[in-house]
């Protein structure tokens, strides 16, 4: 106990070098927190999404190799002799989680050359008073009523898969003040092939990459007090930028708590956001959301007929309660890399190009955890995940009509921006927003509209100088 004790110590302290040396926009020199604090990993290669924290011991890796071999587990259908591994659908989107979030990436939006997605489709209707009252308590929105909540592409033998997606783009050219000329592309999605009946006439769609996976035990212990004080939704100090806390369902402590996680930040906890995609991803019932049947409707009576995969040595499910809980140990310590931003001038200028054009409004730099003495290496750190967790309205261009909870159509959680640079070298590819529609960090900030559009219009207006400097900033996180 007492090596582990020092060898955690000395960890922080290696750490605690990883220190951006940034230039504040007053011109002062302060210095951010590592992106991660304490948990800061140097690595930038393919791998740097996909790390232990920095400061964990030897004994809490092992817990972490342990969830990494679930989020990696590859489900197959019931019956098999690997009961601890058999379940999968009747419908699914994918075997496995690391099927979605690559190396612990982002998706994009299109099948690869195997047909398989690393995005998916959220499905609802317009909820009627009276009938969907509980339902939007308890999920934040109607699903449709042959479809359910979320369209599965596969299905296993003897099933049929719901339907088929097509996304087409339309072409939208923007010019820059400085003459540059660019042409933003936006998704239109076509739903081919039903499987099972029609869709609700007033069926809602929203396209949803997968998101990159480091840092969300950090996120998760934001005090819920600092997310108050950030908050301001009748915009009382006028700044053009509001910010509201979706106000999402918890379902093990039944009651109404902040949305952190998800694009439109629908999920409260790490717990329930693994347990959902357990569930209507992968077709596995689990303690929080228990059907093995996953996202089947009582009208897709094929789909019920199948067999399951519960055991007991499950506690009667297909992913047993120990099983979760590793799985949330695994996501939550998931190490950030570290911005590389220290010996860049350039990308020191660009950070305060960003705090100059509004971005850090939303962006919020810096937050500490909460203390958490049963996650000691999340407890109270400094880190710079540039994110306020807060829904934002962004316009009519980035728009759904797909609401969850609190959050509207046009209201997106802002993302955090660290790791970004890395995408590239990742996933090999360079897809942003919640529905990839991005192909450029500069196409994604052209997109921002609402009380993101003053903005993107000092993107759209700054010398062109600036604007190299703020992407580089961007890139070097
Ligand atoms: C079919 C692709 C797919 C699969 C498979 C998948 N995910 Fe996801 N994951 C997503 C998408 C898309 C989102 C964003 C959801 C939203 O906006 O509500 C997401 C969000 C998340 C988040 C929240 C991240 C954030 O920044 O808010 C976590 C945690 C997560 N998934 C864990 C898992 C786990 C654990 C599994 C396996 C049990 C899994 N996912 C399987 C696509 C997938
Ligand atoms: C009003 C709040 C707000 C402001 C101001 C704002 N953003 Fe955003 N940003 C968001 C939201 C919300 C999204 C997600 C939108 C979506 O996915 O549809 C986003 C997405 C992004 C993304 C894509 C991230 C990803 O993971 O796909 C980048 C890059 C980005 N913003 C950079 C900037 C920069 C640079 C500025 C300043 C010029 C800025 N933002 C200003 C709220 C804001
Ligand atoms: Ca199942
Ligand atoms: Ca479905």
Known sequence: MKRLRLCYASTVFVAGFIVSAAVSADGQSAASPAAGGATTVT????????????????????????????????????????TASDGLGPLHNARSCSQCHVQGGRGHPDMD???????????????????????????????????????????????????????????????????????????????????????????????????????????????????????????????????????????????????????????????????????????????????????????????????????????????????MRVLEYYTAHIAVPAARIQHDPIAQRGERVFRAAGCSACHTPTHKTRRDNDYPALSEQMFSPYTDLLLHDMGDGLADRHTEFEAMGREWRTPPLWGLGLTKRINGHYNFLHDGRARSLLEAILWHGGEGQASRDRVINMKQTDRTALLRFLESL
């Open 43 to 82: 690595q930038t290669n393919e791998t740097a999404f996909s790390r232990p924290a920095a400061n964990l011991g030897l004994e809490e890796r092992m817990d972490f190799l342990l969830g990494e071999a679930i989020f990696q587990k590859i489900w197959v259908p019931a019956p098999a002799s690997t």
């Open 113 to 323: 050359a195997n047909h398989q997605v690393t995005a998916l489709l959220r499905l609802s209707i317009a909820p009627q008073k009276g009938r969907d009252d509980l339902t939007l308590k308890h999920q934040g929105r109607v699903g449709d009523p042959h479809y359910g909540g979320q369209l599965q592409l596969f299905a296993v033998a003897g099933a049929q898969p719901e339907a088929k997606i097509r996304v087409r783009y339309s072409e939208h050219p923007v010019t820059l003040a400085d003459g540059t000329e660019l042409t933003l592309r936006k998704p239109h999605i076509q739903v081919t092939e039903p499987a099972y009946g029609d869709f609700d006439p007033d069926l809602r769609t929203s396209l949803r990459l997968a998101p990159p996976m480091i840092g969300l035990g950090l996120l998760e212990r934001i005090p819920e007090s600092r997310l108050e004080e950030l908050a301001d939704p009748d915009d009382l100090d006028r700044d053009g930028i509001s910010g509201r806390i979706n106000r999402v369902y918890d379902q093990t402590l039944q009651q109404v708590r902040p949305g952190r996680f998800g694009w439109k930040a629908g999920q409260p906890s790490l717990a329930q956001q693994n347990a959902n995609a357990l569930n209507s991803d992968l077709g596995i019932g689990n303690p929080i959301y228990p059907s093995a049947y996953g996202d089947c409707t009582a009208r897709q009576t094929a789909c019920l007929a199948r067999l399951n995969g519960n055991t007991e040595q499950q506690d009667g499910l297909e992913a047993s309660a120990t099983m």
